[in-house]
């Protein structure tokens, strides 16, 4: 009984990824399937292939990586045809991902502390909301932190999706210390003994010094709260631009210590292939990916479903 729960999850999981994926798999796969249908391997649909998957945002580095085993395969005889190319992308990228824990790092006493960042119009307030849902059907109580007190609207957008998913909020009036509010939110999620406390942060551009310098305040003001949090470092990405999204979060590694990455808006865009090149060129694991714009529409990533939703038919 309890197998048959699991395995229905996992199949309903995957489904959604599917559907999730379907802008990404009719343009990339469906060209890739008309390009290498019949066609016998050389240099020339080499090339070409080359250029199909950097358009579709695996990135250089990730395709260039691609490119030489490919390239290699063929020279040792393995492969030879274009109609083989397909399995042979799906079998190398299944490699690509070693074996690591996408979900969270649960602290072993006390509170799990999530601080989330990410530029404004990336969909950070609605991953907050997914992640406390989620978090809350893990069987967590859930605190969320408002120290986005730039802007008015940020403070009110987060509210609303606390009391929607039903998780309390901390948050002071606009204009406020970010830091104070961390604190206060760290100090009521201790003595209300919450299991979670995700903290929101004021959503800023990485070239932005004065706010990088204001996230990595709250981070230490947390630390001193809570000793070893936060627990996770999240950025929230947006998966519709791209290896913009990847600049983004090379100059976010710098100021902060990040854990992972929340993937949002994977569902609206034709470009998932930047998980690929998140693998590759930032070393940082997607622990989360939106695919949608409720609550529920949230999974822990999974790479083999990954490959497989992408690859299929």
């Not at 066609?39 to 250029?51: F, H, I, N, V």
């Not at 074996?99 to 404004?120: D, F, H, K, Y």
Request: hydrophobic share 45%; net charge positive.
């Amino acid at each position: 009984m309890v197998f048959n729960f699991i395995k229905k999850a996992v199949g309903a999981s995957a489904e959604k990824l599917r559907a999730g994926l379907t802008r990404t798999r009719t343009a990339l796969m469906g060209s890739l399937r008309s390009m290498l249908a019949g066609r016998r391997l050389d240099q020339a649909l080499l090339d070409e292939l080359r250029t199909r998957l950097i358009a579709a945002d695996l990135g250089v580095a990730s395709t260039d990586q691609i490119m030489s085993d490919l390239g290699q395969a063929w020279k040792q005889g393995r492969i030879s045809s274009g109609d083989e190319v397909l399995a042979f992308l799906k079998a190398e990228m299944r490699r690509y991902w070693p074996v690591e824990s996408r979900e969270i790092r649960w602290a072993t006493s006390g509170p799990t502390v999530i601080l989330v960042a990410g530029i404004n119009g990336a969909g950070k307030t609605t991953s907050i909301a997914k992640l406390g849902q989620w978090c809350r059907q893990q069987n967590k109580t859930v605190v969320v932190a408002a120290c986005d007190t730039f802007r008015a609207a940020a403070v009110e957008q987060l509210s609303i999706w606390a009391e929607r998913v039903d998780v309390e909020i901390v948050k002071h009036q606009m204009g406020g210390d970010p830091a104070a509010v961390a604190f206060d939110a760290c100090e009521a999620a201790v003595a209300r003994k919450r299991d979670v406390l995700i903290i929101d942060t004021a959503g800023r551009l990485h070239t932005q010094d004065h706010l990088m310098r204001e996230l990595q305040k709250i981070r230490r003001v947390i630390g001193k709260v809570i000793p070893a949090a936060p627990h996770e470092s999240l950025l929230v990405l947006d998966a519709t631009i791209g290896q913009n999204a990847i600049r983004q979060a090379q100059e976010f590694k710098k100021a902060i210590d990040l854990t992972g990455i929340f993937l949002a808006k994977l569902d609206g865009t034709a470009k998932g292939g930047i998980v690929v090149a998140i693998r590759h060129q930032l070393g940082l694991p997607v622990k989360f990916v939106g695919l949608g714009e409720t609550p529920n529409d949230i999974e822990v990533f999974d790479p083999e479903s990954f490959v497989d939703a992408l690859f299929s038919d």
